[in-house]
């Protein structure tokens, strides 16, 4: 029906045209076919008549010899098809486009003017001016052949792309053709993929962001095909073609050019197959772990790593299990890698496999779960860390107290100094310390803390007792500085060492009275006696707290009683500095 009217509104105007001399349109008749002013009730054939009015009134003018002149009247064509096309005006955007199409039919007129003429229709019309766009990609002139083309690229009608398909088929034109693919293409034209192998010399000669847009839109517009493609095009010799590939997945709106590239992934080469996992960790699914898995035994350790970082992103019980035998294998480079992703890891039973690869099965692999509990912050996880570092294995009791360094708190103190007294494992007991002085150090309440620590410490095995002092210094409560000082004096040697390499390290005035009896000693070793003169040294330095007068009587006390230069050399310059 509309063809059949679009006819008849032609027939009109080819009428008119041909039996009518030209009438000059008055300014009220361009402003009424532009909107400006209201416009009277027209008939199809009174509009048909109006707008070839105004569009012969306007021809001239848009071709002034002024260039500068022609601007205004090219707007005013504009504007009456910006008119012609709003909405429920469908009746006038067909009449304005029977217009001008009769107008580019025959009359003369400047190319550039064709070419606003064609710019208009493409603006405008829905398919009506198909034919007449069909016919203009044969001009002589090759900005007029591209402009329609355009044209028909942009109109919705299935009439559009039967003639850009049309066009295809028949044109000679290289340039033509590649303009053309990239209209249907664009069109999801499926029909038009076909036509790409027989093009392929023009193709490779057009720049490379404009093939590869060209690739993109082939495979997006033809997914029942693009196996074939994506595997032509992934194995191209140019990275950058092969990156095409990978693009046009992410751009997919389903996930079948994906999977495609994920059947390939164990064929491709190292650089393929990293831009390939780095899509699968984006867009793939839990079938794809089993080709990410291939690649862990890739001989490209930064294939590996990459298929590390994928399985991660996967995220679920299968990638979890995998990363957990990777961070505990020892030879593994990958493995630091695999823990951090564990760490972070999300998805469905991720935290639950790990929980459960903890509490049974091989060691190492134990290990690698207990250290994850923290990180992962799972809940009681302080509580089932003290259930695991009670555990005969001392392996896994000292990756229980080497995690619960990151989550113990004052609350957990007793307990942790108890599996210490339990174990004569160093690495245990290292990590239990470190866990110690992780919870001393967090504590807010040093005074009470301590106390309940003291009574710890005098409860624990002698052999135990000087690890345990080592961590006092934290606390630096008067409770601690006596037991300390009271140690100092033991007939056990390793305690004595331990208290006095502690006091050494107070920053408190309150313990220069004993560093220095101790320094002051002619029983003192010469280390013991360096490290307390040192100890001294420090707190007059450091505590801003004491009075200057103090100070300065510390430093003339430690210059009279260091038996060495160097550290009667380091006393007189703090007393220097005190004395400023």
Request: proline share 4%.
């Amino acid at each position: 029906m509309m063809n059949m009217k679009f006819s008849n509104i032609l027939i009109v105007i080819v009428t008119l045209a041909f039996a009518v001399m030209p009438v000059i349109a008055s300014d009220q008749l361009i402003e009424s076919l532009t909107g400006k002013i209201d416009a009277p009730v027209r008939s199809d054939e009174q509009l048909a008549t109006d707008y070839q009015k105004a569009i012969d009134y306007l021809l001239p003018l848009m071709s002034g010899d002024d260039v500068s002149s022609r601007y205004q009247y090219q707007i005013m064509l504009q504007d009456m098809g910006s008119h012609a096309s709003r909405p429920g005006a469908q009746n006038e955007c067909e009449v304005l486009a029977a217009a001008m199409v009769n107008t580019l039919a025959n009359k003369k007129m400047l190319p550039t003017v064709q070419n606003w003429f064609v710019l208009q229709l493409q603006r405008i019309d829905n398919g009506s001016s198909v034919p007449a766009l069909a016919k203009l990609m044969k001009s002589e002139d090759r900005n007029l052949r591209d402009y329609a083309r355009r044209a028909l690229q942009w109109n919705p009608s299935e009439a559009a792309t039967a003639a850009l398909l049309a066009e295809l088929k028949t044109t000679a034109d290289n340039e033509m053709k590649i303009g053309l693919m990239y209209a249907l293409l664009e069109k999801k034209c499926t029909e038009a993929v076909e036509s790409l192998d027989s093009m392929e010399k023009p193709f490779n000669k057009l720049p490379l962001n404009t093939k590869g847009q060209m690739m993109i839109e082939m495979l997006l517009s033809d997914p029942e095909s693009a196996e074939k493609h994506l595997t032509k095009i992934i194995n191209d010799k140019d990275p950058k073609i092969r990156r095409l590939a990978v693009h046009a997945a992410y751009k997919s709106p389903d996930k079948k050019l994906t999977g495609i590239l994920t059947d390939m992934l164990t064929d491709l080469s190292p650089e393929n197959q990293k831009q390939v996992l780095g899509l699968i960790a984006k867009r793939g699914n839990y079938s794809s772990i089993a080709p990410v898995k291939e690649l862990l035994n890739s001989p490209d350790q930064s294939v590996r790593l990459e298929a590390v970082n994928t399985l991660a992103s996967l995220g679920c019980q299968e990638s979890a299990i995998e990363l957990i035998q990777i961070a505990s294998s020892a030879n593994d480079p990958c493995r630091k890698l695999a823990a951090k992703q564990l760490a972070l890891m999300t998805g469905p039973d991720v935290t639950e496999t790990i929980m459960a690869q903890a509490s049974t099965g091989d060691t190492a692999k134990r290990s690698i779960a207990i250290a994850l509990l923290a990180q992962r912050q799972v809940p009681d996880a302080g509580k089932i860390l003290l259930g695991y570092a009670a555990e005969d294995d001392d392996i896994i009791k000292a990756a229980a107290l080497k995690t619960l360094t990151a989550i113990a708190g004052p609350a957990d103190l007793v307990a942790v100094v108890n599996l210490i007294n339990k174990t004569s494992d160093k690495t245990a007991v290292n990590n239990g310390l470190d866990a110690l002085k992780s919870i001393l150090t967090a504590a807010k309440d040093k005074q009470t803390i301590s106390k309940i620590y003291i009574d710890q410490i005098n409860k624990a095995p002698v052999a135990n007792q000087p690890a345990l002092f080592s961590l006092l210094n934290i606390l630096a409560t008067d409770d601690a500085l006596a037991l300390l000082t009271k140690a100092v004096d033991s007939d056990n040697e390793a305690i004595k060492d331990s208290a006095i390499r502690t006091i050494s390290k107070w920053s408190d005035y309150k313990a220069a009275k004993t560093l220095m009896a101790i320094a002051a000693s002619a029983e003192t070793s010469t280390t013991h006696h360096v490290l307390a003169i040192r100890g001294a040294i420090n707190i007059a330095k450091s505590d801003t707290k004491s009075s200057a007068k103090d100070r300065i009587a510390l430093c003339q006390t430690i210059i009279e009683t260091a038996r060495r230069d160097e550290e009667k050399n380091q006393a007189q310059a703090v007393l220097n500095e005190v004395k400023k």
